[in-house]
């Protein structure tokens, strides 16, 4: 088999496997961002701090998700 089709095929493989990983810690955040903005707590209450690190975290995942899922796209379409 061709050596770069077999690096095409690792550099999938290992985006794949990087973009399960980060959607796994996405779901994780947005539970957890969920419970930390529980609608029955008093406002002042709320550990604003935890969840805007969290939030944080989130819209770099989210970038680096939408980066990788084009990245996927374009390895695929060089595999065919």
Do not use: C, H
Request: proline residues 2%; aromatic residues 2%.
């Amino acid at each position: 088999m061709n050596p770069e089709r077999l690096q095409l095929k690792g550099m999938l493989v290992e985006s794949k496997k990087r973009f399960r990983t980060l959607d796994t810690e996405a779901s994780g955040l947005v539970i957890l961002i969920r419970s930390l903005l529980n609608p029955y707590e008093e406002i002042e209450n709320l550990d604003t701090e935890k969840t805007l690190v969290s939030l944080n975290r989130l819209n770099e995942i989210t970038k680096e998700l939408k980066t990788l899922k084009e990245k996927i796209k374009n390895l695929e379409s060089e595999l065919e």
